[in-house]
């Protein structure tokens, strides 16, 4: 009888390369002089050949073979057969890309990232254009490594979101359009709250920060945080996790607190998977939307709701007595949930944010399609953006320069976003049923019962079952946008009540 330990040691020994190459990544943004820029480019390359080198080769195909029999008498639950089985999947897709694809993809993704970097900077669409083509025409061919698909974008979406179809996006953003647009309409129209442009001084702000990563539930020795430029959480490990944030002195709610909390709800993801799935390809979140749906949770369920204020407020407000001594509890909790239209996708209240997401998803199927020419993106992009957010795009630069993801050949990543944010409302919903307190329980900063359900119900799973049957098996259903409308609506009403 063939034993699965071989295959375990040949996948711990990729796992700790791959875990490698996340600390040079991690190092990169967060602590490398800008000079090292181009010996780590060619290290990350090299690390992350080596590692697909040893994912692809002959080898691990005949292991994953000696094992069907195995797999077939094991509990499909336990973490031998979802080893193998997920270990199948994933390494079925990296032998239908070619290594030169691959390298390709990578190589004109660093190039086209600098050129979008100062298209964006100039405002000049047209010298991004190039690059925009030279990706689409890449992430076509790599489509094509899995053809025939039912649609074009499914082999993309699929990075992402492992076995969901667009056709099942577009149900759920059929939905969402109609009603968030509607919402929109019926938001109150709010002067700019008039709250003094700070000083936060930084210090004070990495103690808030740092209290409610604790609070939310990591142990110290298990976490870092660190200030960057565009922050992010990456896990070198279930006990090693680095959130980032980042810091301005004139703006407090409108980065490092919300910010922390985002990256907080992605390390506490990664932190809860079970322990028995450490060095295995199990041990990371299950998809990209099961991700952002937990960063989601803890920065807006959670940390824009007013029982969160009322906890961490008076603390906010005598670390800054300065700039938020005579703004009250309602007030703040009023601007952090203000609802407007805008132009920039990151800074997007949770009502309006959908609206941006919808917009790139027709966009990049129309691109890859054809349908849409790369030349004509910027006029394509502000008659839509029009249509859905009722403001004019005054340049490119706030319009469809402003995200990275293209230039990196990302297509297939943005719907993940909003579908986060759908997940997030299924999952409290259902947590409120089992933890009917929940919200006075945040009021008394007690975050644990919700941290230990979370971990309990979804992230010890890692990623054993696919996205599909973790929010089976969370939510007891399929995706549904409705409890995410619920949510908003819900919100609207108390903040226009108040
Ligand atoms: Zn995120």
């Not at 028995?276 to 990371?284: D, E, G, H, K, Y």
Request: proline share 6%; with cysteine.
């Amino acid at each position: 009888m063939p034993d699965i330990t071989d295959l375990r040691r040949a996948l711990e020994e990729i796992h700790d390369l791959s875990m490698a190459g996340a600390l040079l990544g991690w190092d990169q943004q967060v602590m490398m002089p800008r000079s090292g820029a181009a010996g780590r480019a060619e290290q990350l390359a090299t690390v992350s050949r080596v590692v697909h080198e040893r994912f692809t080769r002959d080898e691990l195909r005949a292991l994953l073979d000696d094992l069907r029999q195995v797999e077939g008498s094991l509990d499909p639950l336990s973490d031998d057969a979802s080893l193998i089985r997920v270990a199948r999947r994933d390494y079925e897709k990296a032998r239908r890309v070619p290594p030169e694809l691959q390298s390709a993809l990578s190589r004109e993704a660093s190039i086209s990232m600098v050129t979008w970097a100062a298209a964006r900077e100039a405002d000049d669409f047209a010298s991004f254009r190039p690059a925009l083509e030279r990706m689409l025409e890449l992430r076509r061919e790599y489509a094509a490594c899995f053809a025939p698909a039912d649609d074009p974008y499914d082999p993309l979406l699929d990075d992402f979101e492992p076995g969901m179809r667009t056709d099942e996006v577009r149900a759920v953003f059929a939905v969402l359009e109609p009603a968030l647009r509607e919402l929109l309409a019926a938001a109150p129209d709010e002067p700019e709250p008039r709250f003094r442009p700070g000083p936060y001084p930084r210090a004070a702000q990495e103690e808030l920060s740092l209290e409610l990563v604790r609070a939310f539930g990591f142990e110290d020795g298990s976490f870092r945080l660190d200030p960057t430029v565009h922050p992010f959480c990456s896990s070198l490990g279930i006990q090693d996790i680095r959130l980032t944030t980042r810091y301005a002195e004139d703006d407090l709610y409108g980065t490092s607190l919300f910010s922390t909390m985002h990256e907080t709800g992605h390390g506490l993801y990664e932190h809860g998977i079970s322990p028995s799935l450490a060095r295995t390809l199990l041990a990371s979140g299950c998809s990209s939307a099961l991700h952002e749906s937990q960063s989601r949770l803890w920065e807006n369920v959670v940390g824009r709701s007013l029982p969160f204020w009322r906890w961490f407020y008076p603390r906010v407000q005598g670390a800054f007595p300065g700039a938020l001594g005579d703004v009250s509890l309602e007030e703040f909790h009023r601007a952090v949930n203000r609802v407007r239209p805008s132009f920039i996708r990151v800074d997007a209240d949770e009502t309006t944010y959908g609206l941006h997401i919808i917009l790139r998803f027709e966009l990049e199927q129309r691109l890859l399609s054809g349908e849409l020419a790369a030349a004509d993106l910027p006029e394509a992009w502000n008659t839509r953006f029009e249509e859905l957010l009722g403001i004019q795009v005054p340049s490119d630069r706030v319009g469809c320069l402003q995200d990275v993801h293209w230039s990196a050949g990302l297509f297939g990543y943005f719907p993940t976003y909003q579908l986060g944010n759908v997940v997030s409302a299924q999952i409290w919903e259902r947590l409120l049923v089992d933890l009917p307190d929940a919200y006075e329980q945040i009021e008394r900063g007690d975050f644990s019962a919700i941290g230990g359900w979370l971990r309990e119900h979804l992230y010890a799973l890692g990623r054993k079952l696919t996205p599909a049957e973790t929010i089976a098996h969370v939510c007891g259903g399929p995706i549904d946008p409705e409890p995410y409308l619920r949510y908003l609506r819900g919100k609207s009403t108390a903040l226009v009540g108040s």
